[in-house]
């Protein structure tokens, strides 16, 4: 199940970053199809790219809604929420888990071989906070003087960003790189934090920062589809808490907030087959016949991360 | 008179799938305002703004 859900990832990154004409062109992609929005985070503004990025679309509407009012328009970001509450309310954070580029560089960095470390659950809210303040109200509140806001989630935070579309515009276009100045070093340095830090502990962006995560996560109770707990055949043995990447502990909370539905835990931990996936309430797949409320097992020391 | 027939499912099925209702109402909610982004011409403004580098999102402006 982890090779089928990489060669997802592989493929989803691809498709959202589909024009390779970029080396030639020296641009970005300016096709319709941009009118799209990637599922999970991908800047619009990196070279490759094919689709908008909702994050980034949703505050530039909500830094621009005074010049739209004025225009007689009113552009909120219907069209991106709309989007996003479908993807949310049909996969929830299964986005992260499959489709989301950021998710799959986090993954891979994160087999590189080193000493691994937890993330403290109580940083989880920030990426609340993100989205709260970073993504919504910041750009729709503060604005100078012509009305205009800014997107201070892109311009301040957003290592994605300077990964996949700030290096590689700078290194094709030298006019650009006489205005890289502070902001640039700042987010760059944020880029380099993150990347360390994903080398150390699974997923640390998707865990603490991510707005588009947060919004995802705030589907976790009503997704379509979502891994379900069989109560009956559960042990307690805390297998599925040594396998998860995002730190749940899936036999104390099934609805988990953070659970990016990866499957590892039904896949790879769970002797009992206690877990099992489901869409709308229908159990998918097969489930094969094994002892059921076994007594619990130890461990052992495995990371819990 | 005709005998009654009962249209309740009978209680001897093994196994009992419940559908869940709350997603699909959730889906249609969203797909209502993704309906009514389009219909003001939202998709036209993302497309102006995503065809252009975004100076902010990469650093420099």
Same mark, same amino acid.
Request: hydrophobic share 35%; aromatic share 10%.
């Given at each position: 199940m982890e090779t089928i859900r990489r060669w997802v990832q592989v493929l989803s990154t691809l498709l959202v970053n589909g024009y390779w004409e970029f080396p030639v062109t020296r641009t970005i992609y300016q096709g319709p199809l941009k009118v799209l929005c990637s599922p999970g985070l991908n800047c619009y503004s990196c070279p490759a790219a094919t689709t908008s990025c909702p994050i980034g679309a949703l505050q530039q509407l909500l830094a621009g809604v005074r010049h739209t009012i004025d225009s007689g328009q009113l552009y909120i970001g219907l069209y991106i929420v709309g989007f996003m509450g479908v993807m949310g309310g049909v996969l929830g954070r299964a986005v992260c888990g499959w489709l989301c580029p950021f998710g799959l560089i986090q993954d891979l960095l994160y087999k590189i071989p080193s /000493?691994?470390?937890?993330?403290? #659950?109580?940083? %989880? *809210?920030?990426? *609340?906070g993100f989205l709260a303040f970073f993504v919504i109200l910041l750009p729709l509140l503060v604005v100078d003087h012509m009305g205009s806001g800014q997107t201070w989630f892109c311009k301040y935070v957003c290592p994605a960003g300077t990964l996949t579309a700030g290096i590689p515009m700078l290194l094709m276009q030298p006019g650009l790189r006489q205005a890289a100045g502070l902001l640039f070093l700042n987010k760059l340095f944020i880029m380099v934090m993150f990347m360390i830090w994903a080398v150390y502990a699974s997923r640390p962006f998707c865990r603490t920062t991510c707005p588009l995560g947060a919004f995802y996560a705030l589907f976790a109770k009503v997704k379509l589809v979502r891994l379900r707990l069989d109560h009956s055949r559960c042990t307690n043995c805390k297998a599925c808490h040594q396998v998860c990447p995002m730190g749940v502990k899936f036999n104390e909370s099934p609805d988990d907030a953070e659970c990016i539905t990866c499957l590892a835990c039904m896949d790879k931990a769970c002797e009992f087959d206690a877990i099992s996936l489901e869409i709308g309430g229908v159990p998918v797949g097969? %489930? @094969? #016949? /094994?002892?059921? @409320?076994?007594? @619990? %097992?130890?461990?052992?020391?495995r990371v819990n991360r | 008179m005709p005998p009654q027939v009962s249209r309740k499912p009978s209680r001897s099925s093994k196994t009992k799938v419940e559908v869940r209702r709350t997603p699909f109402v959730v889906i249609l909610v969203f797909t209502l305002l993704g309906i009514i982004g389009i219909a003001t011409g939202e998709p036209r403004r993302v497309l102006e703004q995503a065809v252009q580098v975004c100076l902010s999102c990469i650093g420099v402006g």
């Open positions: /000493r691994k470390f937890g993330i403290p #659950s109580v940083l %989880r *809210y920030l990426k *609340y097969g %489930r @094969a #016949s /094994r002892p059921v @409320a076994a007594p @619990a %097992r130890e461990t052992g020391n | -």
